[in-house]
């Protein structure tokens, strides 16, 4: 009687939203450049059985927002802090700078309270010095590549194919040579069956699986492009394979967690590093891509699912405001950790924790605001984008030299187009949830607006130290080293890129 007594307190915890009764294991799973309608549940022309599976039965994240492009949306989920106090910049192969040390990444949470941690995939944030490393930063193991881009089938880097980017753990990894997702898909099993044999389930799991996929180059292995409908365009059709290749690995995953005895503690969440790449990927019904902060640039197709989560949540949606770096409250709160980080050279985190909204014990997300970007000179001077409520402010231009910035993209694009729409200048106000496709600017009405702008500028009062913390300089990214000079570096010590520092190249910043 008294077990089952103890079993029916387990089992109306967990239905009424409560922490999990031990530490959960955690599987977060981050798509490079997916396109917010690129996915199966969205686009059925689009094959993800596993992922579809996943949403179905469990809760889709509806206004998740990240950074506008790759390494800064990395930065705010590992440690926990809102893009513009971690970094806006995105970090090249020759950067002699990474997110900053004095941050404590989620993974160095989780180890502190004896979680086994690994990393699979893209890094992309530093790795000049090697105590920017992922097994410098948390992490038990990790495999994948260090940069921000690369061909999917040799691993040579974007922009710097004088070496090949791909490394495990403390050195070179020598399997390149095969698509890089099932590269992953063996790191996976290798993570769950250390030595050939099987993991302890009784010891909490972090993975944190880093898809390369489908930032370009856009490739695929060729019987995959074959799988995906013949009347696509073959941009679309490869984007088809690519996605299709994630779903492969989720698979991966997902079965072993269930052949571990692992799947029933276990959370899963979802996400884009940011929308849809230009004349690549569908945003749809968003405004937008990568590298805006229109919709299509900023909010991710996202979700959560768990065995974990009130069945009476199961395949419901949450409209709450949240973003990436809530996750770092979040995941170590439930793990018994600490997620507080404050100290010398460092401010407090941005991250809220979510999981009493994401269970149905709040009623509403606890984020009201989000700072999307502030005063951050990319693709126009001193852009940046403010949601408070319903409404979101976007400061100066968004457009640049792609066809669709500032257009609305089809579920087929890029095999149909459609013209742009009006750019910022200086200013556009749109209500996010009534009009989710940023159609009708607000920003005529002032009485609207100035209340928007007043809550902007006033992060200008912040102490400028709080912003953009990646290296010695805050407010300003450092140059970086030549690349002809690093390759030469890399060329000496086997054509792999790899950190640099303490050679005759450059100075470490102190962080």
């Not at 939203?17 to 977060?28: K, M, N, Q």
Request: charged content about 20%; hydrophobic content about 35%; proline content about 9%.
């Amino acid at each position: 009687a008294m077990k089952s007594v103890a079993a029916l307190a387990v089992i109306l915890e967990l239905t009424s939203g409560a922490r999990p009764p031990r530490p959960p294991h955690i599987v977060f799973l981050l798509v490079d450049d997916l396109g917010y309608n690129d996915v199966g549940w969205k686009n059925p022309q689009i094959r993800t059985p596993t992922l579809d599976a996943l949403v179905e039965s469990g809760v889709e994240l509806t206004h998740h927002y990240v950074f506008k492009y790759c390494s800064p949306t990395r930065a705010s989920f590992l440690t926990g802090r809102l893009p513009y106090h971690a970094h806006q910049w995105n970090l090249d192969s020759n950067a002699p700078w990474g997110t900053n040390l004095n941050m404590t990444m989620l993974s160095q949470k989780l180890k502190g309270v004896g979680y086994s941690t690994h990393m699979i995939g893209k890094w992309g944030v530093g790795f000049f010095a090697p105590e920017y490393l992922p097994t410098s930063r948390g992490f038990d193991t990790s495999s994948g590549f260090l940069g921000s881009g690369e061909d999917h089938f040799d691993q040579r880097a974007d922009g710097a194919a004088c070496a090949v980017d791909f490394w495990k753990n403390e050195g070179p990894d020598h399997r390149n040579g095969t698509y890089d997702a099932w590269s992953y898909r063996d790191d996976v099993n290798a993570v769950f069956r250390p030595n050939g044999t099987n993991r302890d389930p009784s010891i909490p799991l972090f993975l944190f699986m880093a898809f390369h996929n489908v930032h370009s180059p856009m490739q695929a292995p060729q019987w995959l492009v074959d799988e995906q409908d013949p009347s696509l365009c073959p941009t679309r059709r490869t984007l088809h394979a690519m996605v299709a290749a994630v779903d492969n690995v989720t698979t991966t995953i997902v079965g072993n967690l269930k052949e571990s005895g692992m799947y029933n503690n276990t959370i899963i969440a979802f996400s884009s590093d940011n929308g849809g790449a230009p004349n690549d990927g569908s945003n749809y019904p968003l405004r937008g891509c990568k590298s805006t902060f229109f919709e299509g640039g900023v909010r991710s197709v996202a979700f959560i699912h768990s065995p974990l989560l009130p069945p009476k949540l199961v395949g419901t949606k949450f409209a709450g405001l949240m973003h990436i770096c809530d996750w770092y409250s979040t995941f170590s709160l439930l793990a018994g950790a600490d997620p507080s980080d404050s100290g010398p050279g460092r401010y407090s985190i941005d991250s809220i924790d979510m999981w009493p909204a994401l269970t149905g014990v709040a009623t509403s997300s606890p984020r009201t605001d989000i700072v999307l970007g502030f005063n951050f000179t990319h693709s126009h001077p001193l852009q940046g984008a403010l949601i408070v409520g319903t409404l979101k402010l976007i400061v100066h231009p968004q457009g640049y030299n792609n066809e669709d910035s500032l257009s609305w993209t089809p579920p087929d694009f890029p095999c149909s187009k459609v013209p742009d729409g009006k750019d910022c200048d200086p200013y556009c106000l749109f209500d996010i949830y009534a009009d989710p496709s940023e159609r009708n600017d607000l920003s005529s009405n002032t009485t609207l607006l100035e209340p928007m702008l007043r809550r902007y500028n006033a992060l200008g009062e912040e102490p400028v130290n709080w912003h953009d913390r990646a290296g010695s300089k805050p407010g300003g990214r450092p140059p970086d080293d030549p690349y002809d000079t690093v390759c030469a570096f890399m060329a000496e010590r086997g054509g792999y890129w790899r950190p640099w520092h303490n050679t005759t190249i450059g100075t470490q910043p102190q962080p």
